[in-house]
Structure formats: structure tokens, C-alpha cells
T-cell receptor
Framework: GQSLEQPSEVTAVEGAIVQINCTYQ??????LSWYQQHDGGAPTFLSY????GLEETGRFSSFLSRSDSYGYLLLQELQMKDSASYFC???????????FGQGTTLQVKP | EAQVTQNPRYLITVTGKKLTVTCSQN?????MSWYRQDPGLGLRQIYY???????DKGDVPEGYKVSRKEKRNFPLILESPSPNQTSLYFC????????????FGSGTQLSVL
């Protein structure tokens, strides 16, 4: 089967750096995505990794290691508005299946 | 404005009364999908469609139907809703595949009494 694991909660202070890990088990792995969701809102796309390495988009970076079935989302210079839930999701092959993790709630404190 | 439009935003119904949640996108996306979100369970895929007239089951398809007669529309149908289908539902689309950037609708909070 397919499964993803990520921490349920992370707390950090404004201005700090936080890393949210995601490990996965899946057949036919194709790529790993990250989404942000504020309370009551729709998920919004942050990043997508299909190849090993680091992808950087502003304050957010995402990393993938296919050999370790592991990825992470790195948030730098944390701001209060970054308080939200973050989901990793794996995409398998050329099917339309997308499996989400259970989400990590990030609380940013002043 | 590029968007995925879902309606209604809130819906309260009773067990067994058929309902449809509409989803429409204006970005000419080939891929569309439906998810339900329950506390502690994340987002679970119900159905997806890779293109017009092509639909397939996700992880939790029981009790749901979909259709994709036109590229822009992907309605979710509950023929006989039950209380365990009370949930927050999201429709999403992307240009070609699930792994690409998904655009989500604003969600439908469904309560089945």
C-alpha cells in the first residue's frame, strides 16, 4: 500500500527556521508535493519535487531523496502568517492518484 | 481570473436525499479530482479524472459518483448520503497530472443528518 508520515505538530518562533519532514512508502513513486492550508481555507500549492535535491522558492525550500523515500519542507524567516497546516503528497506514475499525508500543524509564536 | 469554483459552500441535508456538489474550472485543465477532509485524516482522494469521459476511483470512492462530460465540469454526486459522509469536500484541478500544481476550490462543508 501507500503511506506517508509527517509530524502532527511543530512550534517555532518568528524569524526562525523550521523543517517539516515527510517519509513515504509507495509503489511507482513519481514525485512529492507540498501544500499549505490555513484554518478554514483551501490548500494552496507550495512546491513539487520529482528529482533528488533542493528546490527553492523564496523563503520556502523543498528537498527530496528518492533513495531514502524522504523529503522535507524548509521554511525560513518564519512569519506569523506561516501558522498553518502543511501537507506532503505523493504522486505515483501516470495515474491520477495523489496520496496526502495527515498534515503538520505549524504554530509560529512571537 | 483563473479559478476552481465549487458550490455550494455549505450544505445541510438528511440521510438518503440525493445531492450534487458542482465543480467548474476555467483554466482548460485536463486533470480534476475530489477530496474529502476529516480531522486527523488529512485529505483523501475520492475520484479523479484524467480527461473528458475518463474517471477513476481514488482511495475512498464508496457512496460517491462523478461524471466528466465536459472538460471544465466535474460534479460530485451522493446518491444516498449517510451521516459518515459529513465532511469538508474539495475539488481540485491541474494542467495534466496529479503531481503538478493543483488548484483547489474553496470547499464545501457538508452535514448529513
Amino acid at each position: 500500500g501507500q503511506s506517508l508520515e509527517q509530524p502532527s505538530e511543530v512550534t517555532a518562533v518568528e524569524g526562525a527556521i523550521v523543517q517539516i519532514n515527510c517519509t513515504y512508502q509507495t509503489s511507482g513513486f513519481y514525485g512529492l508535493s507540498w501544500y499549505q492550508q490555513h484554518d478554514g481555507g483551501a490548500p494552496t500549492f507550495l512546491s513539487y519535487n520529482a528529482l533528488d535535491g533542493l528546490e527553492e522558492t523564496g523563503r520556502f525550500s523543498s528537498f527530496l531523496s528518492r533513495s531514502d523515500s524522504y523529503g522535507y519542507l524548509l521554511l525560513q524567516e518564519l512569519q506569523m502568517k506561516d501558522s498553518a497546516s502543511y501537507f506532503c503528497a505523493v504522486f505515483s506514475g501516470n495515474t491520477g492518484k495523489l496520496i496526502f499525508g495527515q498534515g503538520t500543524t505549524l504554530q509560529v509564536k512571537p | 481570473e483563473a479559478q476552481v469554483t465549487q458550490n455550494p459552500r455549505y450544505l445541510i441535508t438528511v440521510t438518503g436525499k440525493k445531492l450534487t456538489v458542482t465543480c467548474s474550472q476555467n483554466m482548460n485543465h485536463e486533470y480534476m479530482s475530489w477530496y474529502r477532509q476529516d480531522p486527523g485524516l488529512g485529505l483523501r482522494q475520492i475520484y479523479y479524472s484524467m480527461n473528458v469521459e475518463v474517471t477513476d476511483k481514488g482511495d475512498v470512492p464508496e457512496g460517491y459518483k462523478v461524471s466528466r462530460k465536459e472538460k471544465r465540469n466535474f460534479p460530485l454526486i451522493l446518491e444516498s448520503p449517510s451521516p459518515n459522509q459529513t465532511s469538508l469536500y474539495f475539488c481540485a484541478s491541474s494542467f495534466r497530472r496529479a503531481g503538478e500544481k493543483l488548484f483547489f476550490g474553496s470547499g464545501t462543508q457538508l452535514s448529513v443528518l
